[in-house]
């Protein structure tokens, strides 16, 4: 038996489905989840010691690679100090410094613990910062699982959200609206009616999450007019995108000033390690200063912050993000090149280190769009991906990431085995 089977099955036994987050179960594709012995570079090894080429690389936090050496020692020199102090340390003012220097819209940042504690905080944040109640997301956009943004689309053109998850009481989603990602017409409408009762819009800048999907330059322009004309906070959750779309993330390549932006996964370098900051008047509000509160006993953690520090040095050499953005639209074309050969239906795109393609005619410019694409085929797809050795996201909603140690030799040998693939499916 392989031994990813056992682990599966033995993990069963006393994990709810086996993972500790439920995409990890391969629940679209089927099959067994690889279970990683160890990794480095662009690959890993699963329990069986078979070897992968990986495009997930933990959902964007790898973007140097796995285990890079520098990343390692400056986590294994923290950890020595020791590991947690609930107190404050030098490392966090050091990455808040290099965070605000990075991101001109930060003037205040707190650290947290992952994505959904930086997402959450914002909507707090807002509520506090504003008065109000309502929040605003879009259909298909996931920042992390905090009980007011687990909704999805209502019925109706103004479409409060119905909780999208078990143990969700509707009066927690009853304040929160779900749009049209790229709906303008639809957002204009929203604000036109409650706008003097929004707190904030949050959105991904470049959703993932519906696999990749970016928005019309007419929509960010909408966004940051409306929420400034009616006093809402924008909210970039930048937990996917930032630092890996470009080193000015998705707000800099829109020529966008968000109020507040959420960061996780490349800021830690693969350590828990998230944040959210913006408008030092906003901030303001944040405990100790103002009432409305947050905390965390792992918040700003050494290790963490040792590894999101080196990790933020070293994506600022030059040309680091440039050549992301060529080998991921290489890639990109390539994938789609190979299924153009042999006849199947596939689109593409990519964004710095994101990539996605869609077994569709087009690119999708919405979650309604997204959910046409033909799920069986890429079943198929990432089976035979994962025959020929290339481990790509194990969902159709889900973006690909690629690190700086996909060379361009990898990248061509991964576009091989995608013919290999179409060829088989
Ligand atoms: P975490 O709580 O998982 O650290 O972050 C939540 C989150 C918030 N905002 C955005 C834009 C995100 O993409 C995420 C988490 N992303 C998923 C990947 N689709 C994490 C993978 C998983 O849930 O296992």
Not at 23 to 30: E, I, M, S
Not at 134 to 155: M, N, P, R, T, W
Not at 286 to 315: E, F, H, K, M
Request: glycine share 12%; hydrophobic share 45%.
């Amino acid at each position: 038996m392989s031994r990813n089977l056992e682990l599966f099955e033995r993990g069963k036994q006393v994990i709810p489905g086996g993972v500790n987050s439920p995409v990890r179960a391969f629940g679209q594709v089927g099959g067994t989840p690889r279970f990683v012995k160890r990794a480095e570079g662009a690959w890993f090894w699963d329990a069986d010691d078979k070897q992968y080429l990986d495009y997930v690389g933990s959902w964007g936090p790898a973007i140097l690679g796995h285990a890079h050496p520098e990343v390692v020692k400056a986590v294994q020199d923290a950890a020595v100090g020791g590991l947690s102090f609930g107190a404050p340390t030098e490392g966090e003012v050091a990455i808040a410094e290099e965070i605000c220097k990075l991101l001109p819209s930060v003037e205040q940042v707190r650290l947290v613990s992952s994505g959904t504690e930086a997402t959450m905080s914002t909507i707090r944040l807002a509520r506090g910062f504003t008065g109000r109640d309502l929040i605003v997301k879009f259909e298909g956009c996931y920042h992390g699982h905090s009980d007011s943004l687990l909704v999805k689309a209502g019925s109706g053109l103004l479409t409060f959200g119905n909780p999208s998850s078990g143990g969700v009481p509707a009066d927690c989603t009853k304040h929160t609206l779900v749009l049209q990602y790229n709906d303008v017409n639809q957002l204009s409408d929203t604000f036109k009616e409650l706008g003097d009762k929004i707190a904030c819009v949050i959105l991904e800048p470049i959703a993932g999450n519906m696999n990749l999907i970016k928005p019309s330059a007419e929509f960010v322009k909408a966004l940051r007019a409306l929420t400034e004309q009616y006093g809402a906070v924008l909210i970039y959750d930048e937990v996917m995108t930032g630092f890996r779309v470009a080193l000015e993330c998705a707000q800099g390549l829109h020529g966008i000033t968000p109020d507040l932006t959420t960061l996780g996964k490349v800021v830690g370098g693969g350590m828990p390690l998230a944040a959210f900051g913006g408008r030092a008047d906003i901030m303001g509000k944040i405990a100790p200063l103002g009432n409305v509160y947050q905390a965390g006993t792992l918040s700003g953690n050494p290790l963490s912050v040792a590894a999101g520090l080196a990790t933020l040095r070293l994506i600022q050499q030059p040309g680091f993000h440039a050549a992301l953005g060529t080998r991921s639209a290489r890639l990109a074309q390539g994938l789609a090149e190979a299924a153009r050969e042999a006849g199947v239906p596939l689109s593409s795109d990519s964004v710095g280190g994101m990539f996605g393609f869609y077994f569709s005619e087009s690119v999708p410019a919405s979650y309604a769009e997204a959910t046409r694409c033909d799920i069986p085929r890429f079943k198929a797809f990432f089976h035979a991906m994962l025959d020929e050795g290339v481990y790509l996201a194990p969902s159709a909603y889900e973006a690909g990431f690629i690190s700086i140690a996909h060379t361009e030799a990898l990248i061509e040998d991964t576009i091989a085995a995608a013919r290999r693939a179409f060829a088989n499916i």
